[in-house]
């Protein structure tokens, strides 16, 4: 049995989604950035290649019909991960003649809300071929990939990284027999400063519960053994928390899955089974993503992790973006010396520029539109003490003036430190058993204190 610590039990909510909302689906990927979850393809009854970006903050879901060439096609088991306001997406189109001449790369630029793939035509220099149920994490300005179902030969046991600056692949090479988890496919993974933890999988037939750490300092693979822990997984996820890892659902084979949450740490090398408030049992899960947001999920000092990019939390003494808790609220004027003002916008109706964005002015401001409204249940902002004037005349939200020049650096920095201080939150998105309605399946979980 895990050592139980006195870490507060898990609270699970289901979030109910609109029409809106993408289908229910499995094998997809997913990723966080800014504060947003990005969900690109996967499996409903057939594949699917339709992408979009699920606001937190605001519960909504908009369909990304981005321009530019070269979208990914229908994807399965592929990987997802954001760096720096870029999203990168690897594998999933097994059995695909795409794959027998081209690298299966693509890019998106999350600015310019627009698809380029990296052209890796077959050269001299050596690239990764196609690949499904890899594991991909970020150190520093590279994604690491290993393994993979690789066509008929099965699982694969392939390390690579790409240079994000670059764009150059670099092969690891294959692990020696017995010095690493060996071919591996269908497992999770995380990075952690100079880290990289992997669990479970399939290797070969076999379902695994080994757990494995490579550092990149050094170039080596140890083994973490530990009495206790989950038993054997395949089809689950892991996210990075705090000083350890979240490993959610996945089941000990193909049919059966569980709704376990467990977390590793890495500062004792154990395993405890987070235990769930009555009545909030979450479904069994398989196939589905994870997603972390806030203040625990973001990589500690000297790493980086999938869908961060960006250092940890802002200076000491700056405001938070806004209040970690959720409540229904109508726009709330304190009357307090700098003009602090507690509001909740939606962006419908916004004036958009070319890319489907809210429309900017000089300086990077972003303009709310002619018929934003308030919203009655959302998370309430806590906006800093700008000297902006800001007045509702007409139905139009429009800024009068600017007295700081300032304030052009600390509005390019507020989408940053919105994402930084989201309340701490994991999101679990669909999954088999697919949910009966169509909307897509999205659980939430909160730790409480002790």
């Known amino acids: ?35 947003d979850v990005y969900l690109l393809g996967g499996r409903n009854s057939s594949r699917l290649r339709d992408f979009w970006r699920y606001s937190v903050v605001r519960n909504e879901w908009i369909q990304l019909l981005c321009a530019g060439g070269a979208p990914p096609e229908e994807l399965e088991e592929h990987s997802m991960v954001a760096h ?146 989950p038993s054997r997984l395949v089809g689950h996820s892991a996210v990075l928390h705090k000083d350890g890892m979240l490993v959610f659902g996945g089941g000990e084979s193909q049919n059966a899955p569980t709704n376990c949450l467990w977390r590793y740490s890495f500062s004792s090398h154990s395993w405890e089974r987070l235990a769930v408030l009555p009545g909030s049992d979450p479904p069994p899960r398989m196939r589905h993503c994870c997603a972390g947001l806030g203040p625990s999920y973001q990589p500690s000092a000297g790493g980086s992790s999938p869908g961060s990019g960006r250092s940890p939390g802002p200076p000491e003494g700056k405001l938070r973006p806004f209040k970690n808790k959720c409540f229904p609220s109508p726009l709330t004027f304190l009357g307090t010396e700098g003009g602090i003002e507690l509001e909740t916008f939606s962006t419908e109706g916004a004036r958009r520029d070319g890319a489907g964005l809210p429309e900017r002015r000089a300086g990077g401001e972003r303009l709310a539109g ?12 806590e906006n800093r003490a700008f000297s902006t004037q800001w007045s509702c005349e007409d139905g139009e939200l429009g800024v009068l003036r600017k007295e700081e020049e300032e304030e052009e650096e600390e509005e390019e920095e507020e989408e940053d430190n919105v994402a930084r201080h989201l309340p701490d939150l994991l999101l679990v998105l669909g999954g088999k058993p697919l949910s009966q309605h169509t909307a897509l399946s999205v659980w939430q979980m909160t730790l409480t204190e002790a």
């Open 1 to 35: 049995m895990p050592v139980m610590t006195q870490r507060g039990p898990c609270l699970w909510t289901q979030l109910p989604q609109d029409d809106q909302s993408p289908c229910d689906r499995y094998k997809h990927a997913c990723c966080s950035y800014q504060g």
């Open 84 to 229: 720096e306001g870029f999203l990168y997406v690897f594998g999933g189109t097994l059995d695909s003649a795409y794959a027998d001449w081209r690298c299966p790369l693509w890019v998106f630029d999350v600015g310019k809300q627009r698809w380029v793939h990296w052209q890796g035509k077959k050269s001299s220099s050596r690239v990764p071929t196609n690949r499904k149920g890899h594991s991909a994490v970020v150190f520093g300005s590279a994604m690491f990939v290993y393994g993979g179902y690789v066509d008929m030969r099965g699982s694969s046991q392939e390390f690579w990284s790409l240079n994000f600056d670059t764009m150059a692949w670099r092969h690891l090479g294959s692990d020696r027999r017995g010095s690493g988890p060996g071919p591996r496919h269908s497992h999770s993974a995380v990075a952690n400063q100079d880290c990289m933890y992997l669990f479970g999988g399939l290797r070969g037939l076999r379902e695994q519960r080994d757990l494995w750490r490579w550092n990149s300092t050094s170039d080596t693979w140890s083994c973490l053994k530990s009495i206790s822990g």
């Open 370 to 381: 002619e018929s934003a409204r308030r919203i009655g249940s959302c998370l309430t902002f």
